[in-house]
């Protein structure tokens, strides 16, 4: 079983391979820019892991899981729905609507006949992630010993 921590953001993003570290790094930051609490699974997920990972979301109550699977796809999980593989473009335009007071069902309407049990109105959240809103939290599969975690602080 996967250790997660207390990772608690907005929105969760890993890669299903070593290979697309930057890629993830860079789409974190652009969800950082455009206001949206992010954390990084930093160690690849293996397929049999992102049902832990969604487990994991809705138990926290993170409202985005995100699975970098291309260098410009990503699986997309937000609210319980799984929305497919989209483009960081894509995705970021969506989160971008859903963010300015717009429905669920206007953000996403080929999701309209859907229902799901976790919606979270992601306007309650702080507007912008700034270095003074930095929360910084590692999610590991293991738990690194004691000194190698005041290293990493």
Request: glycine share 4%; hydrophobic share 40%; proline share 5%.
């Amino acid at each position: 079983m996967l250790d997660f921590g207390s990772v608690c953001g907005q929105a969760l993003v890993c890669s299903v391979s070593d290979q697309f570290l930057k890629t993830t790094a860079n789409l974190v930051k652009q969800m950082w820019s455009c206001g949206i609490q992010t954390d990084v699974l930093h160690d690849p997920v293996a397929p049999m892991q992102i049902t832990e990972l969604i487990e994991h979301c809705n138990e926290t109550h993170i409202e985005m899981l995100l699975v970098v699977y291309g260098e410009n796809e990503v699986l997309t999980r937000i609210g319980g729905v799984d929305l497919g593989k989209l483009t960081f473009d894509e995705m970021l335009s969506k989160f971008e609507v859903y963010q300015n007071d717009v429905s669920f069902v206007e953000a996403f309407p080929h999701l309209s006949n859907i229902t799901s049990p976790v919606r979270h109105s992601l306007n309650t959240l702080p507007v912008a992630a700034t270095p003074a809103s930095l929360n910084v939290r590692y999610a590991l599969t293991e738990k690194p010993a004691a000194h190698i975690r005041k290293r990493n602080e």
